[in-house]
């Protein structure tokens, strides 16, 4: 029914996917100055805002949208999870899906603007926390399927909760149509989230630099980008699943394999961790590259990072979320602990 790879990829996901993904608190946070109304836009070049509506329950009846609400915290792993899924509930059921202001402004520190197509919910209503949303807590498959769903609720999507402290978490919803959602939204966020023109200008410039020191032309080049996620990630996955931190041959094998397997290779190393990786991970064959600046608290750097593994042609990666998003919008084939998973596009 399921093919290996998805599998594969699930067993990937069960493993490493584990940290707080998107929850709900109970009281939302409010990002002053984050809406801009019209007392703070006194000149032309500053974009006009509808001003705020009143939340009516009234005015939802049985074939109203329904109105779903998500808030995500965290790194960026969660916030993309966070944002994809509302993106999903918007684009493809057909709902009237909302995000946090915080998710909104983490995204924007490293995507363009009219990128981000979900709005934030304080910016169109003026009261969030009256809202009577009922909690989300069923399966994914639910809504995805029931159609019941997608008209007259106003639902909150994985409020936390002490059955739930961590929120949603994909490996908690394994399903064919988990699976089916989960290639949609990185098709979509592949196709419309634009990196900032800073952040892609110094990747670009990173890659060509590589090229012309292994004396190549960038599309000689086959990028493998590494992604050795450390610091607070290792202290989660020994705490939470008794996982031992990546050593440094896991690295060396993993690149082994690719240089076996492909010509004109460059590693391009990224990591919250960079002392660590220069001091452990041997560049035996001059083909590695430390090109990030390790700096996981600046947007620009953890944007960088991650654009590096988005424009590789291959991934390797370690544990949490951010290494999947790594893997999955860069498409590539990418290694794991686990061993190489091949994506179907792939495979001849
Ligand atoms: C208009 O206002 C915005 C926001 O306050 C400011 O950044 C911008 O420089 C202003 N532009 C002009 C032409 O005054
Ligand atoms: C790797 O990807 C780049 C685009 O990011 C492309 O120009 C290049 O041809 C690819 N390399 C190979 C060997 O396919």
């Avoid at 070049?45 to 001003?51: A, E, F, G, M, T």
């Avoid at 998710?103 to 490293?110: D, E, H, K, M, V």
């Amino acid at each position: 029914m399921f093919s290996f790879l998805s599998l594969g990829f699930t067993f990937f996901k069960m493993r490493l996917s584990s940290n707080v993904i998107i929850s709900l608190c109970a009281t939302l946070t409010h990002f002053t100055g984050f809406v801009q109304g019209e007392d703070t836009c006194d000149n032309d070049s500053c974009q006009k805002v509808q001003p705020c509506r009143e939340f009516n329950i009234k005015k939802i009846g049985p074939d109203s949208k329904s109105i779903i609400y998500g808030e995500a915290h965290g790194r960026l792993g969660n916030q993309l999870l966070g944002y994809a899924l509302l993106a999903h509930f918007q684009d493809e059921l057909g709902m009237e899906a909302y995000i946090n202001a915080e998710c909104r402004q983490y995204l924007l520190g490293i995507f363009t603007e009219d990128s981000i197509t979900v709005p934030v919910i304080d910016s169109v209503y003026c009261d969030p926390k009256k809202i009577p949303f009922t909690p989300y807590h069923s399966h994914i498959r639910e809504i995805l399927t029931d159609k019941s769903y997608r008209t007259g609720k106003v639902l909150q999507f994985f409020p936390t909760h002490p059955k739930f402290p961590f929120g949603y978490r994909p490996e908690d919803h394994w399903s064919k149509e988990q699976e089916a959602m989960q290639t949609k939204y990185v098709h979509f966020l592949r196709e419309t989230l634009k990196f900032k023109p800073s952040i892609m200008t110094k990747m670009k410039k990173t890659m060509k630099g590589v090229a012309k020191k292994l004396g190549l032309k960038p599309k000689e080049v086959t990028y493998v980008g590494i992604h050795n996620r450390r610091t607070d990630g290792l202290k989660f996955m020994k705490d939470n699943f008794q996982q031992d931190p990546l050593d440094a041959d896991y690295f060396h094998d993993a690149m082994e394999y690719f240089r076996e397997e492909y010509e004109n290779v460059a590693f391009l190393l990224v990591s919250d961790d960079m002392k660590w990786s220069r001091e452990n991970i041997e560049n035996r064959e001059g083909d590695l590259f430390f090109v990030s600046d390790g700096n996981g608290d600046n947007p620009e750097s953890v944007g960088f990072d991650l654009a590096i593994l988005r424009y590789s042609n291959h991934t390797i990666i370690t544990r949490g979320t951010y290494s999947m998003w790594g893997s999955m919008l860069c498409n590539g084939e990418y290694y794991t602990e686990y061993g190489s998973i091949v994506p179907t596009h792939l495979q001849g």
